[in-house]
């Protein structure tokens, strides 16, 4: 069952087309990636789906909900959250402070406790920086958190955008663990991500962007079996 589902959707910047009529679905239980170069569209699709960019055409379903002119903090609270590319973690507020920004749907007070302690069981490293501020996190602490304040949300749909972008290849390998035993736990996963060979990995399917249309999809595997997208992606 298709939890999102984006029909036709076309996006501008002033008169130039970014989004060409692209078409694509996330099913219920699903990691989604979508690949492409800079300026492909990837981060355009993203910020159009959650409501932060005007649509010139084009629909978006969410859990059976038409979302297209849904805006964006009530797209929040029916279950669909974004790490935006580059985290943007309050910088001058503490780890904790930001996880009960993150909390800010529920009104219960012990809940909120809860889902931080929740945070933190999955981060041990965000418990020992709780007092810490945000902005002098590691780049990998600073996802962690980003990552954290989403789930605080509880999402049905987590929307990840360049999560691996700057940071070691150590930890861009935990980033990745982290996202597969999300999905497990039962968060479908629609996913942007420059570094194909990875994302492609531990995806069900995946969509290639090129000039902001859809050029190929199939399967994680499917893709990272094609010789057109280890040419331009993978580096063979």
Do not use: W
């Amino acid at each position: 069952m298709a939890l999102l589902e984006v029909k036709n959707l076309e996006v501008y910047y002033g008169v130039i087309c970014a989004l060409k009529g692209i078409s694509f679905s996330v099913n219920e239980g699903e990691i989604v990636t979508l690949i492409g170069a800079n300026g492909a569209g990837k981060t355009t699709t993203m910020q159009s789906v959650v409501g932060l960019l005007p649509k010139k055409a084009g629909t978006v379903s969410f859990n059976d909900n038409d979302i297209t002119k849904t805006p964006c903090h009530k797209i929040v609270k029916l279950g669909m959250t974004q790490v935006p590319e580059g985290r943007h973690i309050f910088q001058e507020l503490t780890v904790y402070e930001n996880l009960l920004l993150g909390g800010h749907l529920s009104k219960d007070q012990a809940k909120i406790k809860q889902d931080i302690q929740s945070v933190y069981q999955r981060f041990p490293r965000l418990a020992e920086r709780k007092n810490q501020i945000a902005g002098t996190l590691s780049g990998g602490e600073q996802q962690m958190l980003a990552i954290g304040r989403a789930l605080m949300c509880h999402p049905k749909l987590l929307m990840l955008d360049e999560p691996s972008m700057g940071l070691s290849p150590l930890l861009v390998d935990e980033v990745f663990d982290i996202i597969k035993t999300i999905n497990k736990e039962g968060t479908t996963i629609l996913l942007v991500e420059q570094n194909a060979g990875k994302s492609l990995a531990i995806s069900d399917r995946a969509y290639v962007l090129e000039n902001g249309a859809i050029s190929l999809s199939g399967t994680g595997k499917e893709l990272l079996e094609s010789d057109s997208i280890k040419k331009a992606y993978l580096g063979g």
